[in-house]
């Protein structure tokens, strides 16, 4: 099973005209997801593992290559997680 992820709910975001930026509690770098990245957002209002989130975003973006998106999201949840955005809660479901 693969570890799964959820949002830190310490986390603060904004959205802007579409565009969403994340701070960590109590301040410090401001992150900017774009199209991908606000997918997987969204996506981490609940526990799901990577393989999940690559499927979806691979479903919703089929214009953006598969193998572009798996490494996207690997690098975007390695980002979010060193950033403490997001947390490693336990084996996913999918």
Do not use: C
């Not at 959205?15 to 981490?44: K, N, Q, S, T």
Request: charge should be negative; avoid cysteine; hydrophobic fraction near 45%.
């Amino acid at each position: 099973m693969q570890a799964a992820y959820r949002r830190n709910p310490t986390t603060h975001m904004s959205e802007v005209e579409g565009d969403i930026f994340l701070v960590p509690d109590g301040g410090g770098e401001i992150f900017y997801l774009g199209d991908v990245g606000a997918g997987v957002w969204r996506l981490l209002d609940q526990e799901r593992d990577a393989s999940a989130l690559r499927e979806i975003l691979i479903d919703a973006f089929p214009y953006i290559p598969a193998e572009q998106i798996a490494k996207d999201v690997d690098q975007l949840l390695a980002d979010l997680i060193a950033a403490e955005l997001i947390s490693v809660v336990g084996s996913g479901d999918g």
